[in-house]
């Protein structure tokens, strides 16, 4: 981590100063670690996927990732901002890595055995143990249109409370999710935005959502969006649009990597996102799914997008 904490890290903590001063440090922590340390930007690498899908859809196309410490080594030599994953594959190496990389324990989780048209994650850590694995912050899953909706806002309301009486930032995995949305509206502009506005709501300091796309699945919303002629054509301002709906801008905003895809697509995603005005990106199965050397030279490619032009 950088010693020094410059003026656009300066600039966004400002948008936080109601926060204790624990939460503040923690998030400066993350904007000054890794390769993008100090331009306002971050990369993480998430590996929850294991939790969420199995092993070997998880790990099967590179089994080095079975072992939790090789995720832990792909963040660090890559120079990720900061590595999220739940307890478990956490507890096996945290104290080999500690304080050479932020860590983001990932407090819910959800499985794919059982499927529902209304999902809801587990919590599956508590904020004591998050704290004895030495997070940096928490993260937490949301699904913006379950039938669940309610359980996971009042569950976050009360978790968020106490990681932030703790020091730590709560980052929302903001996924819509349920039976009046259609698995393509999951990504629709006006879906994403709204889900990236809940997240900011709810009391995110970090929202995690996905790239959207142009389409616009609510009537009310299509209405809405061609009467104010809100530009969504491109990814370039659809990330806008979603920005703007956190606060005009004054929360951070990373974007999933999605499924995985060769490196062309991966890098034509993350131009768009960065001309939009991303914070960054929190990319798992498109890095740690490749060889090493293939994920390494991808995510340098990543950082080189997101720092170009910034100090």
């Excluded at 993480?44 to 790990?59: C, I, M, N, S």
């Excluded at 809940?198 to 009537?219: D, N, T, W």
């Excluded at 606060?247 to 999605?258: M, Q, W």
């Excluded at 993350?270 to 001309?275: C, E, M, P, R, Y």
Aim: glycine share 12%.
């Amino acid at each position: 981590m950088s010693g020094q904490i410059n003026g656009r890290v300066r600039e966004i903590l400002q948008w936080y100063r109601g926060e204790n001063l624990g939460v503040q440090r923690n998030l400066a922590l993350m904007l000054n670690s890794g390769r993008l340390a100090g331009t306002g930007k971050m990369v993480v690498l998430p590996v929850d996927q294991g939790f969420e899908h199995g092993p070997a859809r998880t790990f099967g196309p590179n089994p080095a990732g079975y072992d939790p410490n090789y995720h832990f080594e792909l963040a660090i030599e890559s120079g990720c901002s900061a590595y999220a994953a739940p307890y478990g594959q956490l507890a096996v190496g945290h104290a080999d890595y500690l304080g050479k990389i932020p860590v983001i324990v990932k407090i819910n989780n959800n499985e794919c055995l059982h499927s529902s048209k209304n999902p809801i994650p587990a919590v599956t850590c508590s904020i004591a143990d998050a704290l004895r694995l030495g997070a940096s912050a928490v993260g937490f899953t949301i699904y913006p249109g379950s039938g669940m909706k309610k359980e996971m806002y009042e569950e976050i309301r009360e978790l968020g409370e106490e990681a932030r009486s703790c020091g730590l930032p709560v980052v929302i995995w903001s996924y819509p999710r349920g039976e009046q949305i259609t698995p393509d509206g999951e990504t629709a502009v006006d879906i994403v935005a709204y889900a990236a506005h809940i997240a900011a709501q709810l009391g995110a300091h970090i929202v995690k959502v996905k790239p959207p796309v142009s389409s616009i699945e609510l009537p009310a919303a299509k209405k809405a969006y061609e009467e104010a002629g809100i530009p969504v054509s491109t990814l370039e301002e659809r990330t806008r649009h979603v920005i703007q709906s956190t606060f005009a801008g004054k929360r951070i905003v990373i974007f999933s990597g999605g499924a995985s895809k060769d490196d062309e697509a991966v890098l034509e995603d993350v131009k768009g996102l960065n001309a939009g005005g991303a914070f960054g990106s929190i990319m798992g199965r498109n890095a740690f799914q490749r060889p090493k050397e293939e994920a390494l030279a991808l995510l340098e490619s990543v950082f080189s997008i997101y720092g170009e032009g910034l100090s």
